[in-house]
């Protein structure tokens, strides 16, 4: 028997300039999602409200695992991957990553001692960052972290500490320099080009209380081209050599950072991700060929490989974690296009500013797709997810789901004008748990201090200052 199918109005569609554009692709009303990570969406916004962060457990550690396997199996020296704990430092998250035997690169004295508090052995926490004052410093030397030196002043203080506490400090030199592929991090470390570096490698040899044993660099963020990475390995080596031959130093890791991009699609790039984005054993054939070839001296040398650290976080978690956002309302706009209220905005979804993140309907919607604006709920302007998006007609209610988001948004989300909602992790179970609980009044007042006379919204009748004030 045939069915039929559901009776849709005539309707008129004006047609308006730009409206089918490379802006944003038509959705159409059958490409719908009901489930996240093989859970309803409608389920777990009922018990967990929305806007809601939905994790997966499972794919976090297939894609560690993933990662850590296309790279041990192309260099014979020892793999680490340490992970970027700026990229999503959510306890459980991090844990994850380290059951899977990430260490932990961290970026500040708030990152070094979370990763304490985790139980991270310091051995396996790499010190990166251009501030580390002296506190958090004695701590990392005195516990035994390893520490990348990102300038001549921080030098100089580790060199200090180190001597009150009569020890001999491994360290190793952050490096910057041009690979003529993306835009040199000049900011961080030291330049090889202007002899800095080297300056710094000579530091480190006249000095009692420093060794130099590694070397470091990170040539940027969502590099899409791997021979940026041939670049950068083979500049490093150079130095690598002409530091050894010195004899200033035996290094014995190199840390080529992180920068892999994910699947998500940066804004300016009309491409899809599925052809801009190379694959991860792309990146692993550069980067392990590369120096392999440049450390066959070593070898000759009856001397074994260094230690291949990634610090890679985008690539691991960006496409394990979606968010769930509501339809609040809807407009049209000056132009004639619609417009589209959520409950998340930029205040969540911070990698809305540099990303076209992937946007699914949870239902089927009647009605034709047209030129859509999703805004959230902020009271600023640039409060926009997307500019451009074929949509079907969305009426209150209505779910979204944006994918891809488990990189910087729990980080760099911002507590501004709505609380932060739930983060919750679908474990390798199947079952929900919260790893992070919802901001309300409480939580986000637990920081405030009242001074006496300030505990009252109303000044007293008899307060000098309201006499002051009627003058």
């Given at each position: ?25 038509r ?8 489930t996240?990570?093989?859970l ?7 018990r ?24 041990e ?16 430092y ?31 052995p ?26 990348h030196?990102d ?9 200090r ?121 792309e ?10 070839e440049?450390?066959q001296?070593r ?92 949509l ?77 004030a009627?003058?």
């Amino acid at each position: 028997m045939k069915v039929k199918k559901p009776w849709e109005p005539p309707v008129i569609l004006p047609h308006r300039l730009g409206e089918i554009n490379k802006f944003g692709n038509r959705i159409c009303r059958d490409e719908v999602e009901e489930t996240v990570f093989g859970l309803n969406v409608e389920e777990l916004v009922e018990r967990f409200g929305s806007p809601l962060f939905v994790s997966s457990e499972s794919k976090l550690r297939a894609n560690i695992r993933r990662l850590k396997r296309v790279f041990e199996s192309r260099y014979a020296g020892p793999v680490v991957h340490a992970w970027s704990y700026k990229t999503n430092y959510t306890s459980a998250i991090c844990n994850i990553l380290h059951q899977e035997s990430s260490w932990a690169e961290v970026v500040s004295a708030f990152e070094y001692q979370k990763a304490r508090w985790l139980g991270v052995p310091p051995e396996r926490i790499i010190f990166n960052g251009p501030n580390k004052d002296e506190e958090i410093l004695r701590q990392a030397v005195s516990e035994g972290a390893r520490i990348h030196i990102d300038h001549m002043d921080e030098l100089r203080l580790l060199e200090r500490i180190a001597k009150d506490l009569d020890k001999v400090v491994e360290v190793s030199l952050r490096l910057n320099f041009d690979t003529g592929f993306s835009e040199p991090w000049y900011r961080f470390g030291f330049n090889i080009e202007s002899g800095q570096a080297h300056h710094a490698a000579s530091a480190v040899a006249f000095s009692a209380n420093l060794k130099l044993t590694g070397l470091h660099s990170h040539i940027g963020t969502f590099i899409t081209e791997p021979r940026a990475y041939e670049a950068q390995v083979r500049i490093m080596a150079k130095f690598m050599r002409e530091v050894e031959e010195r004899g200033e130093g035996l290094i014995e890791f190199f840390d080529v950072g992180g920068g892999f991009p994910s699947v998500n699609s940066l804004k300016g790039v009309y491409l899809p991700p599925e052809q801009t984005i190379a694959d991860l054993s792309e990146y692993a054939e550069v980067i392990c060929g590369t120096l392999m070839e440049e450390t066959q001296y070593r070898r000759r040398d009856g001397r074994s490989l260094p230690m291949l650290i990634l610090e890679s976080g985008r690539a691991v978690v960006d496409d394990t974690q979606v968010l769930i956002a509501s339809v609040v309302g809807g407009k049209r706009l000056p132009d004639g296009r619609r417009a589209v209220v959520l409950d998340a905005g930029t205040n969540l979804l911070f990698t809305a500013f540099w990303y076209r993140h992937k946007v699914k309907l949870t239902a089927p919607n009647q009605g034709l797709p047209a030129d859509t604006a999703l805004f959230g709920p902020l009271c600023m302007n640039i409060d926009e997810v997307r500019a451009s998006i074929q949509l079907p007609p969305l009426k209150p209610g209505d779910r979204l789901l944006f994918k891809s988001v488990g990189a910087y948004n729990n980080s760099q989300w911002m507590q501004f004008i709505e609380y932060r909602p739930n983060v919750v992790l679908v474990d390798r179970h199947g079952e929900v748990q919260v790893i992070r609980k919802a901001e309300n009044l409480e939580s986000m007042t637990a920081h405030d201090l009242l001074p006496e006379h300030l505990k009252s919204p109303l000044l007293s009748a008899g307060d000098p200052a309201l006499r002051g004030a009627s003058k």
